[in-house]
T-cell receptor
Framework: DAGITQSPRHKVTETGTPVTLRCHQT?????MYWYRQDPGHGLRLIHY???????DKGEVSDGYSVSRSKTEDFLLTLESATSSQTSVYFC????????????FGPGTRLTVL | GQSLEQPSEVTAVEGAIVQINCTYQ??????LSWYQQHDGGAPTFLSY????GLEETGRFSSFLSRSDSYGYLLLQELQMKDSASYFC????????????FGSGTKLNVKP
């Protein structure tokens, strides 16, 4: 299994508070992704990174920001959480050698009250 | 844009064969992937079709027809452990760093 972890695994927070989710990989993969998963919507890409300090927006990026200062860490920040951001968040990684295959982390369940 | 459609739910009997379809509308893509996700778990990669035709991996096969904008995942000799959600996904041709997923098909395998 790919070495990819997410923290925290569960979080409950209140509307308006900042939240940061962390994705950590030990595979030295170049590409990292943040998805959210909601019933009926499958997985939707929030942001992705194609290298240290290189990031770009996905299809549902509003209200989210990301940072990648090291190859192994990709942070997702909700500057001011809203109830619509209640979801399960998955981090994924991929590399040039297996580019079409993504390895997913265990997920973070976030509840915004 | 990218749009992938899958049936929301499929039910089949243990030992049977089931086909999960994925139809897509896309301006271009590099290939069709399939992922499996058990309840409460993370998606895991199953297969990838870069070209038209059938790819076989054990009990699972995946098919792609670009001319028909259609693909499917075929599961043979169904087992109870195959009960899960299955997602098709494409990688965009204009931004190959972006992956787009279908909404998923929940497969229920009954004894």
């Amino acid at each position: 299994d790919a070495g990819i972890t997410q923290s925290p695994r569960h979080k409950v927070t209140e509307t308006g508070t900042p939240v940061t989710l962390r994705c950590h990989q030990t595979e030295n993969h170049r590409y990292m992704y943040w998805y959210r998963q909601d019933p009926g919507h499958g997985l939707r890409l929030i942001h992705y990174s194609y290298g240290v300090k290189d990031t770009d927006k996905g299809e549902v990026s509003d209200g989210y920001s990301v940072s990648r200062s090291k190859t192994e860490d990709f942070l997702l920040t909700l500057e001011s959480a809203t109830s619509s951001q209640t979801s399960v968040y998955f981090c994924a990684i991929s590399d040039a050698s297996s580019y079409n295959e993504q390895f997913f982390g265990p997920g973070t369940r976030l509840t915004v009250l | 844009g990218q749009s992938l459609e899958q049936p929301s739910e499929v039910t089949a009997v243990e030992g049977a064969i089931v086909q999960i379809n994925c139809t897509y509308q896309t301006s271009g893509f590099y290939g069709l992937s399939w992922y499996q996700q058990h309840d409460g778990g993370a998606p895991t990669f199953l297969s990838y079709n870069a070209l038209d035709g059938l790819e076989e991996t054990g009990r699972f096969s995946s098919f792609l027809s670009r001319s028909d904008s259609y693909g499917y995942l075929l599961l043979q000799e169904l087992q109870m452990k195959d009960s899960a959600s299955y997602f098709c996904a494409v990688r965009g041709i204009y931004n190959f760093n972006k992956f787009y997923f279908g909404s998923g098909t929940k497969l229920n395998v009954k004894p």
